[in-house]
């Protein structure tokens, strides 16, 4: 009861009314671990925050209260607040090993890569058998696209929890990548063995069947997704788009519907349903799909492909002057795209316009040598040198 005062005390700014005004500093830290740290457990960060900043104006070198407030403002999306807590910690500590992985995750959040993986490796070098330090940096690798190291991080997190589905997944996403389709499936399996209600294991192995042309297989993972979690948007999306690759649109589309009546605001399935329609002739439909996926985000990575997309439409209609038009604006949001150059040297073609339409097949050609051949009987008017 008599600590149980103390705190009350001391959460009251009313320090002055201890018995022995210098036990704060050696009480603080029970604290930190007791009292404060239950706010933050429930939820009631605000309080948890305040708690944090009264032991650092009491104790202004407690390293502790430092990173615990650092997380705090994690979880509140207050990243920069959050790397400044972090880096007075390392000011305070720099052999402080979870605040280096902790930073690197805080960052890796913030689209901030490479400045991420130094912290992670600072972390390994500290403490090379540190399994969140590696387990981390194998994901950091992997969005770099550098899959073999991040597979190596992987195993070896593995080796020091071999029962941590996590890593299983981690490893399996590195094998997929790297095209070793097998022994990804086989990661996959081992992580729903240790983890029976892994939603992202069975999401992902279904990603592989696709790839491996095991559609039924795949339909069958994402159903176990779906049992699993009724409300979860991405499966419904993820069922579409394997039908969609069955030619099943019909079916895809109420998939599509379904990820919608989650997130009216989910461009893929947008995207993914224009497909259907448009694979079905439904073709004003299809244009609306394209044009809510514009709409959306007009910047998002769908985008050039919904303005490709919507010139196919126009294009087919007989609407070619709109279609250039897409095919123009799919063009200024990626230069290299080289479909859309080779689609809008065929419109122009049509329209007899040959220099024009030549300058595109050009350009198509330089971006990628094998498109016109693979397209070569498209072409209307211009016969290839």
Not at 102 to 111: D, E, I, P, R, V
Not at 126 to 146: D, R
Not at 168 to 187: C, I, P, R, S
Not at 264 to 292: M, Q, S, T
């Amino acid at each position: 009861m008599e600590t149980l005062r103390k705190v009350n005390l001391l959460l009251g700014g009313e320090r002055e009314k201890w018995d022995d005004p210098n036990e704060v500093i050696t009480l603080e830290p029970k604290i930190i671990n007791g009292n404060f740290n239950k706010y933050h457990r429930q939820g009631r960060c605000e309080e948890a925050l305040d708690c944090y900043n009264r032991i650092i104006l009491l104790s202004p070198n407690n390293v502790l209260a430092y990173f615990s407030k650092g997380i705090v403002l994690l979880d509140m999306n207050e990243s920069e607040k959050a790397i400044e807590c972090f880096d007075e910690t390392i000011r305070m500590n720099p052999n402080f090993t979870n605040v280096y992985y902790t930073k690197g995750q805080t960052l890796k959040l913030m689209g901030k890569t490479e400045e991420a993986m130094d912290c992670f490796n600072k972390a390994v070098s500290l403490e090379p058998n540190c399994f969140e330090a590696l387990q981390y940096k194998g994901l950091a690798l992997n969005e770099m696209g550098k899959y073999e190291e991040g597979l190596e991080c992987s195993e070896k997190a593995i080796s020091l929890k071999p029962d941590n589905a996590d890593a299983y997944l981690d490893k399996a996403y590195a094998l997929f990548k790297l095209g070793k389709n097998e022994e990804a499936v086989d990661g996959y399996d081992e992580a729903i063995r240790l983890k029976p209600n892994f939603i992202d294991a069975y999401d992902n192995k279904a990603n592989v069947l696709r790839k491996m042309g095991k559609h039924e297989e795949a339909v069958g993972c994402i159903d176990k997704s779906i049992s699993l979690d009724p409300y979860y948007p991405p499966a419904y999306f993820n069922k579409g788009e394997v039908l969609n690759e069955m030619g099943k649109y019909e079916e895809a589309i109420d998939f599509f519907d379904k990820a919608l009546s989650f997130d009216r605001n989910y461009i893929d399935a947008h995207f993914e349903k224009g497909n259907a329609l448009f694979n079905l002739e439904k073709n004003e439909k299809a244009l609306d799909c394209y044009d809510k996926v514009i709409k959306l985000n007009p910047d998002s990575p769908s985008a050039p492909g919904a303005y490709f997309n919507k010139g196919s439409v126009l294009h087919k209609t007989g609407k070619l002057e709109e279609a250039i038009g897409c095919y123009e604006k799919a063009i200024s949001l990626n230069p290299n795209y080289s479909e859309a150059y080779f689609e809008k040297g065929r419109v122009l073609d049509k329209m007899e316009k040959s220099e024009e339409a030549k300058e595109c097949y050009d350009k198509a050609m330089e971006l990628n040598p094998m498109l016109l051949k693979d397209n070569e009987a498209k072409i209307i008017g211009l016969k290839l040198e």
